[in-house]
């Protein structure tokens, strides 16, 4: 069965460090993504990996944020640096057996976290 379970949010002031983390257990997805949403706006993708490392980054988080994953422990992470107030939101982890054409599009995930709050403090 097919679960994903995030865990590592917290608070944090701008220009800090902080690392999620995702247990995705149940099958070795081919694509993992983290997606964030902060109130009042859409759910936007922010970084993915696929089963042979190849990234994908959102503009915004580009060499700020860094996807990674171990495969023994089947655990996804998402490095952030240099936080600003603007990342803030809901993390989610997802997975999706295809990455597609959109790999960091909501639509192309079928499988999803619960969600860790990530605040950032100006």
């Known amino acids: 069965q097919a679960q994903l379970v995030e865990s590592g949010g917290g608070s944090v002031q701008a220009g800090g460090s902080l690392r999620v983390a995702c247990a995705a257990s149940?099958?070795?997805?081919?694509?993992l993504a983290w997606f964030r949403q902060a109130p009042g706006k859409e759910r936007e993708g922010v970084a993915r990996?696929?089963?042979?490392?190849?990234?994908v980054y959102a503009d915004s988080v580009k060499g700020r944020f860094t996807i990674s994953k171990d495969n023994a422990k089947k655990i996804l992470y998402l490095e952030m640096n240099s936080l600003k107030p603007e990342d803030a939101g809901m993390y989610y982890c997802?997975?999706?057996?295809?990455?597609?054409?959109?790999?960091?599009?909501?639509?192309?995930?079928?499988?999803w976290g619960q969600g860790t709050q990530v605040t950032v403090s100006s």
């Open positions: 997802a997975a999706a057996w295809d990455c597609g054409l959109n790999p960091l599009s909501r639509s192309t995930y079928a499988y």
């Open positions: 149940g099958y070795s997805w081919y694509c």
């Open positions: 990996v696929d089963s042979g490392g190849s990234t």
